[in-house]
């Protein structure tokens, strides 16, 4: 929401939610009526590629949106290196408004405007009109308003809204106030619409421009570079007609600078491009390998686990994942699809989400495996190399700390990844198991002047983990159950096991002494 929402701030539909697509009801139930008046042939090529289209966009647009993800995780070439608040993932769920807008548009257009139902599949002094005109005064037009909505009484009301978003991603480009994109989508109609009443329109050139628009969009916004360099050498005035990532993304760090739609040379004319752009391009395009301290190495769950990555679906990665609705069923082939090309082609695992605290730099690794092939006796050898070969990358990068995630840490696998230790004794990075974390953040939050602790707890791995550590510190660790304690102390060495009593909360000297309940992963530390 920008700053003070000025009117036609909100979307009509906004509060119908995922029923907004009914708008688009008219145009079905349009189609349906002349087929069975008047049967297929009635159906002309314009109006037949208004919904195709339009879902043709939602999958070009998801595509950029997977792909920006993919490569912001495990890119050298990132522009912006920061992460994403969770208020600009609520606030960008609507990208496809302006998608259902557009096609509300062409409806009314197709309707308005006979002629259009007589369009041929294509026409080359139309696609020429198109490009001069959206070079033209598209581009010029478009450089002045976007700098007016940089005027502190649109901004604030309007434009605002959008420049929320830092670090952007490709559906940042189509997050705008309902006002900003009735201007945007007049602009764009400037060429189709010129080429309608010259008489030269077809319905491929207004299809592919479209494309452009979204590519180019997407493009701009994708927070990676991604243009080569020998295309400005090859073609040297490229570069006043085609911006890159990096040009655009000094406007939302800068703002007062680089205003251009697509077409940088109204920024070079107006002297608003930022001196910036050539030396962040070469910087970005040349890129800094990360070298995380810790990696966290899990693998896929079930099929649908897929869908639940950043660089899936956000509406279904914002459900629970044992969520089943209806529609998750037509997506069963594309999961299958993906599972056998990850059997096929997945040689190493890759990089799904990075994560900064202060100073720390984790990443996560998934290994292209579900549950169900860690249960086949003739996949594991496979599987014990995809995590070797990661342990081993890791190592090379200088990776800290790399911890197996669920399966991967699997007895009958690797036991625990001792298999690599033992295979590897001059390893850099340290090789844990999730438990091996938690124990590691049990032991670090007791104070270090610490003489008891009273251990509440069952008999798991981690439990006994952190009393043979305490214990091998010197550390008094008190359990009140009988039956644990003979467990865990039969399975400690005689010097530790002295360290180890059964008794109640009497014996505890308070000023010294610290409680730990280790029950199912949960952890609380308090003073006893």
């Given amino acids: 929401m920008a700053t003070r929402p000025g009117p036609l701030t909100e979307w009509p539909w906004q509060r119908m939610g995922n029923f907004k697509y009914l708008v688009m009801a008219p145009v079905v139930v349009h ?29 070009h647009n998801q595509i950029w949106i997977s792909l920006s993800r993919y490569q912001t995780a495990r890119s050298k070439h990132r522009i912006v290196d920061r992460g994403i608040e969770f208020d600009q993932v609520d606030r960008e769920r609507g990208w496809d408004d302006q998608i259902v807008f557009n096609g509300l548009l062409f409806y009314v257009g197709y309707l308005a405007m006979p002629s259009v139902r007589r369009f041929p599949l294509w026409r080359t002094d139309g696609a020429v009109a198109t490009a001069l005109l959206h070079a033209g005064p598209v ?23 959008h420049h929320a978003s830092i670090v952007t991603e490709p559906i940042t480009s189509v997050i705008h106030p309902f006002g900003e994109h009735i201007v945007y989508f007049t602009l764009f109609a400037i060429p189709m619409l010129s080429t309608v009443y010259m008489g030269n329109g077809s319905a491929l050139v207004f299809v592919l421009y479209i494309v452009y628009i979204d590519f180019m969009n997407n493009m701009g916004h994708c927070n990676f570079e991604l243009v080569p360099k020998w295309m400005f050498q090859v073609f040297p005035p490229l570069k006043y007609l085609m911006y890159t990532p990096s040009f655009h993304s000094l406007h939302h760090t800068q703002f007062r ?32 390998e990360e070298t995380p301290d810790l990696v966290h190495l899990t693998h896929m769950t079930n099929l649908q686990s897929a869908y639940h990555l950043r660089v899936g679906f956000a509406s279904i990665a914002s459900k629970p994942s044992d969520n089943s609705e209806w529609y998750m069923w037509t997506l069963w082939p594309l999961a299958w699809l993906s599972m056998v090309v990850a059997w096929i082609y997945g040689s190493s695992a890759f990089v799904v989400e990075r994560i900064k605290l202060k100073k720390m730099k984790m990443q996560t690794w998934v290994v292209p495996r579900y549950n169900f092939q860690y249960g086949l006796t003739w996949d594991r050898e496979s599987i014990n190399d995809l995590i070797e070969k990661a342990i081993l990358d890791a190592d090379v990068r200088g990776v800290k700390v790399l911890s197996l995630g669920l399966l991967n840490q699997a007895k009958q696998l690797n036991g625990n990844g001792e298999l690599f230790r033992q295979k590897y004794p001059k390893l850099g990075v340290r090789i844990v198991d999730g438990s091996g974390l938690a124990i590691g953040v049990v032991l670090k939050s007791i104070p270090s ?23 091998g510190k010197g550390i008094q660790v008190i359990m009140n159950r009988k039956k644990e304690y003979d467990m865990l102390k039969s399975q400690m060495p005689e010097n530790r096991a002295s360290y180890l009593k059964c008794s109640s909360n009497d014996m505890m000297d308070s000023e010294k002494a610290w409680s730990a309940a280790i029950r199912h992963g949960f952890i609380p530390l308090t003073k006893a």
């Avoid at 700098?147 to 009484?153: D, E, N, V």
């Fill in 257 to 288: 600078t680089n205003y251009s739609l697509f077409m940088p040379f109204y920024d070079y004319i107006y002297s608003t491009m930022d001196k910036a752009s050539d030396e962040l391009y070469e910087n970005s395009l040349k890129g800094t």
């Fill in 31 to 59: 189609g349906a009526y002349r087929v069975m008046n008047k049967g297929w042939g009635d159906i002309d090529l314009a109006y037949s590629l208004i919904l195709p289209s339009l879902a043709l966009r939602m999958i």
């Fill in 449 to 471: 002047d610490a003489k008891q602790v009273f251990l509440h707890t069952g008999t798991c791995k981690i439990a006994r983990a952190v009393a043979m550590a305490l214990c």
């Fill in 139 to 161: 581009e010029f037009l478009y450089y002045w308003f976007h700098r007016a909505l940089h005027h502190h009484f649109l901004y604030s009301r309007y434009h605002s809204h």
